[in-house]
């Protein structure tokens, strides 16, 4: 549709008619901001920026074409002002009883990509061209950057590779043998690839004189994560795993090693060999001493998607990570941003909420950038500005499906420029570029598909149980190596099957406790796993001596990981039976000692300023220890008279541990 009016526009530059062409995402702004308004205390008049776009294109004497090209989803709200321009009268008349006429040179053209929420009067007073997604279809997409390669045979290679592999990739889409996590249309697939292919046909890894067979090589591997890449897991069904059978099945000219899936491999520069991505898995390297949350494990999963967000990346691409809470989405895009050369690229953080709108977005990206010369903004040197911005689909959709906050990004990324608020004065940024991880269970699910295209997808998955073993085991046998009562073989087979027994009853629970309309905060994911092992983490090792402390720690932070989330005693009976028989089963020597209360860690075991999260040896001293505190803080302010009986306690000490939580707060 831009490339429609954009040709046009072209064509009046071509006779010399000298066009204007305005364009503005009227959700962008309030309604205020863009019509203006009256000040309720000062009674003074404040511009609207629509209204002075129009006022400047009136007050232009030439008889040259001028557009204002209202480019963004339509609703009752700010139509309606324009019913006056464009019937008859064509007049703008504002709340100063301003009126603006819109002469015989200028239009009002807008682009949308539906009429969902446009009233009848709107849809009568403008001429509608329907643009179908067959008209053009994405081989123009794929033509036109093919056109841009060097050579003829390389265009010719190319040409010849998109039509042996593209039509039946899209068309399994289409059949919906596969899905993607989230909608997408064939461009998006197609300029994926263009951008991955960019990444990969380099002089490096394809010299002038190699042979054709390189050429499909790398043209399958970015076809497979252009088509494959936003594929996901569907309860039973992986994807992934479907999309993998068809494409051995279908394509025959390159050879897929038999073990795993054609995602479990790369191209080895040297060799151009399929290898697996494991090789490339650096060794394990966990500090105990920092968050967990902050440290990211290598697995195969985090190799590859790093791979690809750092390829596509520095080539300027916009990458979007998709995938339920707990996959590491953001700790991956966090890991591979902070080894970007800080000279080249500068990073900022933004994460986002359902009270985020536009404005609040706007300053939060105009914060790192600097002014270059006019009206061109960027970031300070000549550095790339990279905005991470996490929980992407959280802001708030209005009752006519838009979400405002994301027409700031889409404005930058269609026209690589927004309007200052105060003074309606165009911002040209360059140099930046969009990386977000967003959650396909939460907030809108999804994001208009106008802004989704200009992203390359990337569904992160769920980790498999030999993914989290691998990541739980290293984390815990750091920790726990002063376990003194067994050997190293004995301590290193007994961690392994606690391990397996923490990832198997973590996936009992979330299959027992469903959310349902009563109980719709029963969301047992991966976080509520990590924040087991978090916890356990926080404990002090020169308490942790022997198999069945280990086992006592983690029933606590089981019990208040996901037992306290339980709202009635049935509930709580049920999940602290299951606890018990897993437990009893799992391990030989547990007894009804492991199971004794009270069962409580605290930081505060040991006295106030004691800081150990360790065991409270009895309720009678930890009510001492809470006691005195009470008693130094009434000495120094109004005096609370709590009765501290024994629930009182118990939850004193749960708080107590959520505070002390790294991001216990959230």
Same mark, same amino acid.
């Given at each position: ?77 700010? +139509? ?51 643009v179908s997604t067959n008209d053009i279809g994405y081989s123009p997409v794929y033509v036109s950057w093919v056109e841009q390669r060097e050579s003829n045979s390389e265009r010719n290679q190319l040409l010849l590779l998109f039509d042996k ?11 919906? %043998? ?27 890894? *394809? ?32 994807? %992934? +795993? ?11 000219? +390159? ?11 790369s191209i080895e520069p040297q060799s151009k060999r399929l290898e697996p991505w494991s090789k490339l898995v650096d060794e394990i390297n966990f500090d105990p001493e920092l968050p967990d949350q902050s440290q990211l494990i290598p697995t ?22 998709i995938g339920s809470a707990g996959t590491g989405k953001s700790v991956i895009i966090k890991n591979r941003l902070e080894k970007f050369n800080s000279q080249n690229f500068m990073v900022s953080t933004i994460p986002l909420n359902y009270y ?17 010369? &006019? ?21 708030? %959709? ?14 930058? *990324? ?34 208009? !598909? ?8 990337? !569904? ?74 978090? &916890?356990?983490?926080? !404990? ?37 039976? +299951? ?88």
């Amino acid at each position: 549709k831009t490339q429609i009016w954009k040709t046009l526009f072209k064509t009046y530059q071509n006779m010399k008619r000298r066009p204007h062409a305005i364009d503005l995402d009227p959700k962008a702004v309030t309604n205020d901001e863009l019509f203006g308004y009256m000040h309720r205390q000062t009674h003074e008049w404040k511009d609207g920026l629509f209204s002075t776009i129009m006022r400047d294109l009136a007050n232009m004497t030439s008889d040259s074409p001028k557009w204002i090209v209202l480019d963004g989803d339509i609703d009752p709200m700010w +139509i309606e002002s324009l019913n006056t321009v464009m019937d008859d009268n064509k007049v703008l008349t504002l709340a100063s009883n301003e009126r603006i006429p819109l002469n015989e040179t200028m239009r009002l053209l807008f682009e949308i990509s539906h009429l969902k929420t446009a009233t009848p009067a709107t849809v009568s007073r403008a001429g509608i061209l329907y643009v179908s997604t067959n008209d053009i279809g994405y081989s123009p997409v794929y033509v036109s950057w093919v056109e841009q390669r060097e050579s003829n045979s390389e265009r010719n290679q190319l040409l010849l590779l998109f039509d042996k592999y593209i039509p039946r990739c899209l068309e399994l889409l289409k059949s919906g %043998r596969v899905k993607t996590i989230t909608p997408l249309v064939d461009v998006c697939h197609i300029e994926m690839l263009c951008n991955i292919l960019d990444c990969l046909l380099t002089p490096q890894n *394809l010299p002038a004189d190699c042979p054709k067979e390189w050429w499909e090589l790398y043209f399958v591997w970015a076809t497979i994560w252009a088509i494959g890449g936003s594929l996901f897991q569907d309860q039973m069904i992986d994807y %992934r +795993i479907e999309f993998s059978k068809w494409f051995i099945h279908e394509f025959k000219s +390159i050879k897929f090693p038999p073990h795993g899936t054609v995602f479990d491999y790369s191209i080895e520069p040297q060799s151009k060999r399929l290898e697996p991505w494991s090789k490339l898995v650096d060794e394990i390297n966990f500090d105990p001493e920092l968050p967990d949350q902050s440290q990211l494990i290598p697995t195969n999963e985090t190799v590859r998607l790093s791979f690809w967000l750092e390829a596509l990346t520095k080539k300027g691409v916009s990458v979007m990570f998709i995938g339920s809470a707990g996959t590491g989405k953001s700790v991956i895009i966090k890991n591979r941003l902070e080894k970007f050369n800080s000279q080249n690229f500068m990073v900022s953080t933004i994460p986002l909420n359902y009270y985020t709108t536009s404005e609040m977005l706007q300053n939060s990206l105009e914060k790192p950038l600097e002014k270059k010369s &006019g009206r061109t903004y960027g970031a300070p040197g000549n550095r790339q500005l990279i905005y991470f911005i996490d929980d992407f689909n959280m802001p708030e %959709r209005d009752k006519y499906f838009t979400v405002q906050a994301h027409t700031i990004v889409r404005e930058y *990324l269609d026209y690589q420029h927004w309007y200052d608020r105060q003074k309606f004065t165009l911002k040209e940024i360059r140099n930046c570029q969009f990386v977000v991880a967003m959650n396909q269970n939460a907030g809108t699910f999804t994001i208009d !598909a106008r802004l989704q295209r200009h992203f390359a997808t990337f !569904a992160v998955p769920l980790s498999n149980k030999n993914t989290l073993h691998t990541i739980y085991s290293k984390m815990l046998e750091t920790k726990f190596s002063n376990i003194n009562k067994i050997d190293l073989k004995t301590q290193t087979s007994f961690l392994n099957q606690f391990i397996t027994v923490v990832i198997q009853f973590h996936q009992r629970v979330s299959s027992i406790f469903l959310p349902t309309a009563i109980k719709f905060h029963y969301f047992f994911n991966l976080r509520d796993l990590s924040n087991i092992v978090q &916890g356990m983490l926080l !404990a002090s090792s020169k308490n942790i001596l022997t198999p069945q402390d280990v086992i006592r720690l983690y029933i606590h932070e089981a019990e208040r990981t996901y037992s306290d989330k339980l709202i009635n005693q049935d509930d709580i009976e049920l999940f602290n039976k +299951i606890l018990r028989e897993t437990i009893r089963k799992s391990f030989e020597f547990v007894n009804d000692e492991t199971f004794i209360r009270p069962l409580i860690y605290s930081h505060f075991s040991g006295g106030i300023s004691d800081g150990q999260y360790t065991a409270v040896s009895s309720m009678d001293k930890l009510q001492h220890v809470i006691e005195d505190a009470l008693a130094s803080y009434n000495e120094t302010n109004p005096s609370m008279n709590l009765v501290l009986f024994e629930d009182a306690l118990i939850h004193i000490a749960r708080i107590n541990r959520i505070l002390e939580s790294p991001r216990g707060m959230r």
